[in-house]
C-alpha cells in the first residue's frame, strides 16, 4: 500500500542556514509527489510537485525537492531560511492510479531561531 | 471564485449526535475528496469521489458517510458522533488527477 514517511517530527533551524525536509515514499507505480505547508490555524498551501520529467523540482517561496526513485525519496530544500518559514510541511503521494487523492506524511514542524 | 467551502468552521457535539460537514466547490472539479488532521498524524484520507454518484473509502472511513449527488457537493455524514472523531476535517477538490489540491479552509469539531 501506498505511504509515506517523513522521518523528522521537528526541526530547529537557525534564519539565513539552510533547510533539508525528509520525506521518503512507498508507491508501485510512478509517484506523484507533493510538498504542501501549512502555518498555524491556516489551511495547506501547495509548495510545488514532481509528475515526471526533471528530478529537481523549483516551488513557490524559494522552495525545491528533489525526486530520487533509487532512494524512495522527494527531500525538501531551501538554500536560506527566514523566519516566516516556520510551519508545518507535509509530503505527500498520489493516494490511487488515478491521483485523485493523495496520501499523506505525518508532517514536519519547522521552526526557526534567530 | 470562493474556492472550496466548508461548513460549519467550529462545531461541538455530544456523543451519539449526528452531523454533517457540508463542502462545496465552484470549480467545477470532478474529483473531491475528505482529510482528517490530527496532532503527529498529519492528514488522513477518509472518503473520495472522482464524480458524481461515485465514492470510495480511504484511510479511515468508518464512521464516516459521505454521498456525491451534484458535481458541487460532497458532504461528510457522522450519524453517530464519538469523541475519537474530535479532529479537524478539511474536504479538497481537483480537475483530474493527477493535480494540487485545492483545500477548504477546514472545520474544527469537537465530540464531547
Known amino acids: 500500500a501506498q505511504s509515506v514517511t517523513q522521518p523528522d517530527i521537528h526541526i530547529t533551524v537557525s534564519e539565513g542556514a539552510s533547510l533539508e525536509l525528509r520525506c521518503n515514499y512507498s508507491?508501485?507505480?510512478?509517484?506523484?509527489l507533493f510538498w504542501y505547508v501549512q502555518s498555524p490555524g491556516q489551511g495547506l498551501q501547495l509548495l510545488l510537485k514532481?509528475?515526471?520529467?526533471?528530478?529537481l523540482v523549483q516551488g513557490i517561496k524559494g522552495f525545491e525537492a528533489e525526486f530520487k526513485r533509487s532512494q524512495s525519496s522527494f527531500n525538501l530544500r531551501k538554500p536560506s531560511v527566514h523566519w516566516s518559514d516556520a510551519a508545518e510541511y507535509f509530503c505527500?503521494?498520489?493516494?490511487?492510479?488515478?491521483?485523485?487523492?493523495?496520501?499523506f506524511g505525518k508532517g514536519t514542524t519547522l521552526s526557526v531561531s534567530s | 471564485n470562493a474556492g472550496v467551502t466548508q461548513t460549519p468552521k467550529f462545531q461541538v457535539l455530544k456523543t451519539g449526535q449526528s452531523m454533517t460537514l457540508q463542502c462545496a466547490q465552484d470549480m467545477n472539479h470532478e474529483y473531491m475528496s475528505w482529510y482528517r488532521q490530527d496532532p503527529g498524524m498529519g492528514l488522513r484520507l477518509i472518503h473520495y469521489?472522482?464524480?458524481?454518484?461515485?465514492?470510495d473509502q480511504g484511510e479511515v472511513p468508518n464512521g464516516y458517510n459521505v454521498s456525491r449527488s451534484t458535481t458541487e457537493d460532497f458532504p461528510l455524514r457522522l450519524l453517530s458522533a464519538a469523541p475519537s472523531q474530535t479532529s479537524v476535517y478539511f474536504c479538497?477538490?481537483?480537475?483530474?488527477?493527477?493535480?494540487?489540491?485545492?483545500f477548504g479552509e477546514g472545520s474544527r469539531l469537537t465530540v464531547l
Open positions: 469521489s472522482v464524480g458524481a454518484g461515485i465514492t
Open positions: 508507491y508501485g507505480a510512478t509517484p506523484y
Open positions: 479538497a477538490s481537483t480537475m483530474q488527477g493527477p493535480g494540487e489540491l485545492f
Open positions: 505527500a503521494v498520489r493516494a490511487n492510479q488515478a491521483g485523485t487523492a493523495l496520501i
Open positions: 514532481y509528475f515526471s520529467g526533471d528530478t
